[in-house]
């Protein structure tokens, strides 16, 4: 599972890799962009600021080209 979520989220900032063993084999659940599913309240709400400057996401400009 961790080689290969390593090769899945390679070039991604952030993403988190869900995986599940069925009948012995590895399956991919999904691949989410957000670790929560988008669900999380920050109180106060200065900290849904304070979190996201922690992230840093390449330029737009250079996805573009």
Same mark, same amino acid.
Do not use: C
């Given at each position: 599972?961790i080689a290969?979520? +390593?090769?899945? &989220?390679? !070039?991604?900032?952030? =993403?988190?890799?869900?995986?599940? =063993?069925h009948?012995?084999r590895?399956?991919?659940?999904?691949?989410?962009?957000?670790? =929560?599913? !988008?669900? &999380?309240?920050?109180?106060p $709400?200065?900290?849904n600021? +304070?979190?996201?400057d922690?992230? $840093?996401?390449?330029d737009?400009?250079?996805?573009? !080209?």
């Amino acid at each position: 599972m961790i080689a290969a979520s +390593r090769v899945l &989220t390679q !070039g991604f900032p952030l =993403v988190r890799a869900d995986f599940y =063993v069925h009948r012995g084999r590895l399956l991919l659940g999904e691949l989410s962009l957000n670790p =929560v599913g !988008g669900y &999380t309240v920050f109180r106060p $709400e200065e900290w849904n600021r +304070r979190i996201g400057d922690w992230l $840093e996401l390449p330029d737009k400009a250079a996805l573009a !080209g």
